[in-house]
């Protein structure tokens, strides 16, 4: 449930869309590229609380805590399951003058994957709430020495007989927790299945996630579960465009909705997907000067050879939806200097213009 803290670095702007934490996606330049696309806020990738009590100069994890280049709330998120690692962590994160600009800490409690789990953290702290209060308290002390907001993600339970999400979410408020994330699905369900929205209504306040793929499955969900903000994750990875997309069409919406009094014009009834719009909406000119910027700051970041094999998994992504465009990322997987990469990725701005050509055409018939 949420309380002030969170909600109001937002000033009251809507909507409020943030872009999911997502490791291996929400590195500091794509973070960077959302917010200017029009995210109202961004989460780094989770980061081990024990890892940084164990390696106090930050020489692993620091690669995961660059800022977003933005004057728009980011966060940092963590996992583990020892409260006194949280305690140190975000201590020695807020005090630090390369992460103080952080507007709030992030507690993953919803993260699937078997190593995390195994070791009692992320979704794994959904069947220990006592355990999630006591991470959640000594995490908010922490971070009121700095000022600053503690949010914490979780999924709606850890299997389909322990469906649990407002139960943990009422512990995570009573210990201090400023918002709560929800993604609607079981830690057993991974990233298969139906989000189970209905949960996030349970819970209320909470900021939705899970399954939103269009803007009609958007607004669905704020109609349904009432809930105060939305998180969009896989369905960012190469279409950091959704953000602007989201903010138009919802003050076209507000726009309509004083002249008509409906919904339908928020996209309530838009089965087009964001890559399906994007396509559409986002010349490629501007795709590919997006791409270029990607590439290009991984590499200012972390050099060409490092840059180039991490961007290939965003290529995967970028790569969706025009003609021709598993040729072409199987051909962007085999370079490795920037301007093979660079060689590829004009190719493709001319494959995708050419199939947007050809959908504009044929629906003006």
């Known amino acids: 449930r949420s309380a002030g803290g969170f909600l109001s670095l937002f000033k009251g702007s809507e909507p409020i869309v ?5 490791a291996g996606f929400t590195e500091a330049s794509f973070r960077s590229i959302c917010v200017d696309e029009g995210a109202s806020f961004t989460v780094t990738e989770l980061v081990s609380a024990r890892g940084i009590r164990y390696d106090r100069k930050l020489s692993r994890s620091s690669r995961y805590l660059m800022p977003t280049k933005s004057d728009k709330p980011w966060g940092i998120q963590l996992f583990g399951f020892d409260p006194a690692d949280f305690s140190f962590a975000v201590e020695r994160l807020l005090s630090d003058p390369a992460y103080d600009s952080a507007s709030f800490i992030d507690l993953n409690m919803g993260c699937p994957v078997p190593k995390v789990v195994r070791d009692g953290g992320g979704a794994a702290l959904m069947k220990t709430p006592d355990l999630v209060g006591e991470i959640v308290a000594a995490s908010v002390e922490a971070a009121a020495l700095f000022g600053k907001p503690v949010t ?5 339970g850890f299997d389909a007989d322990s469906i649990n999400a407002p139960e943990i979410a009422r512990i995570a408020e009573q210990a201090g927790a400023s918002a709560v994330t929800v993604h609607a699905r079981t830690c ?4 298969g299945g139906r989000a189970n929205w209905q949960v996030i209504g349970q819970v209320r306040d909470a900021i939705g996630n899970g399954d939103i793929t269009s803007l009609g499955d958007l607004v669905r969900m704020r109609e349904k579960t009432r809930c105060d903000g939305f998180q969009i994750g896989r369905a960012a990875r190469g279409n950091p465009f959704l953000f602007a997309l989201v903010g138009r069409a919802y003050q076209e919406g507000v726009n309509a909705h004083a002249r008509k009094q409906g919904t339908q014009a928020l996209g309530r009834e838009s089965t087009l997907t964001f890559d399906e719009q994007t396509l559409l909406e986002v010349s490629s000119n501007y795709w590919l000067s997006i791409t270029t910027r990607h590439l ?22 970028y790569f969706r939806g025009f003609h021709g465009a598993s040729a072409l990322r199987s051909r962007i997987m085999r370079h490795e200097s920037r301007d093979g990469v660079m060689q590829v990725l004009e190719e493709a701005a001319r494959q995708r213009e050419i199939s947007r050509q050809s959908i504009l055409y044929s629906n003006s018939f």
């Open 18 to 22: 943030g872009l999911a934490p997502m």
């Open 152 to 156: 914490v993600k979780i999924r709606s």
């Open 188 to 191: 057993d369900q991974y990233y």
């Open 296 to 317: 290009d700051d991984m590499i200012c970041n972390f050099g060409e050879h490092t840059a180039i094999r991490e961007m290939r998994a965003h290529f995967t992504h």
